[in-house]
T-cell receptor, first 112, second 113 residues
Framework: EADIYQTPRYLVIGTGKKITLECSQTMGHDKMYWYQQDPGMELHLIHYSYGVNSTEKGDLSSESTVSRIRTEHFPLTLESARPSHTSQYLC???????????FGQGTRLTVV | AQSVTQLDSQVPVFEEAPVELRCNYSSSVSVYLFWYVQYPNQGLQLLLKYLSGSTLVESINGFEAEFNKSQTSFHLRKPSVHISDTAEYFCAGGDNAGNMLTFGGGTRLMVKP
């Protein structure tokens, strides 16, 4: 059973607010990822990390930022949310790049 | 780098009918292949995986996929679908060269009564 958790599951906020989406895993995985997914659409990698103090931008440009201060924790922050940020955000982790990734339940963000 | 293509964006099928969801990959290195399922408002759950060995892999809920190296395919099949199989299915490919897991665009399986 995968142990990767995202909070909150659903979030509705106003434009201009700062938000942080939390992601934690208890599997000791070095690799962690953030994907953005619009309803019924494909996954877009927006950030990844290969270990503590290592973060990289993914294929899809995003105004969000991430940090990796602890192995188990990979939060995503939006400094000033806009309606265009409305989407589902999925966090994942793996023991090695290119191998099985474990996903959290996702955070559905709505910016009004 | 890998690329993964899912040939059908939507597959409508009647309950108890067989179904095949198609996935093709391209890679010049050893491949790992995966099928994930995503139910509405959920994350992705691993359905089955091919790492090595037997080319036919099965899941606990009746799905199976066959790794076909000559056709570079990893199609997902089920002989008789249920309403509860309605979901989005993602094929993904990885390798042992340190490259990122690559996802296909997804196929929406819609099972009708």
């Amino acid at each position: 059973e995968a142990d990767i958790y995202q909070t909150p599951r659903y979030l509705v906020i106003g434009t201009g607010k700062k938000i942080t989406l939390e992601c934690s895993q208890t599997m000791g995985h070095d690799k962690m990822y953030w994907y953005q997914q619009d309803p019924g659409m494909e996954l877009h990698l927006i950030h990844y990390s290969y270990g503590v103090n290592s973060t990289e931008k993914g294929d899809l440009s995003s105004e969000s930022t991430v940090s990796r201060i602890r192995t188990e924790h990979f939060p995503l922050t939006l400094e000033s949310a806009r309606p265009s940020h409305t989407s589902q955000y999925l966090c994942a982790s793996s023991s090695r790049a290119g191998t099985e990734a474990f996903f959290g339940q996702g955070t559905r963000l709505t910016v009004v | 780098a890998q690329s993964v293509t899912q040939l059908d964006s939507q597959v409508p099928v009647f309950e108890e009918a067989p179904v095949e969801l198609r996935c093709n990959y391209s890679s010049s290195v050893s491949v790992y292949l995966f099928w994930y399922v995503q139910y509405p408002n959920q994350g992705l759950q691993l359905l089955l995986k091919y790492l090595s060995g037997s080319t036919l892999v099965e899941s606990i809920n009746g799905f199976e996929a066959e790794f076909n190296k000559s056709q570079t395919s990893f199609h997902l099949r089920k002989p008789s679908v249920h309403i509860s199989d309605t979901a989005e299915y993602f094929c993904a490919g990885g390798d042992n060269a340190g490259n990122m897991l690559t996802f296909g665009g997804g196929t929406r399986l819609m099972v009708k009564p």
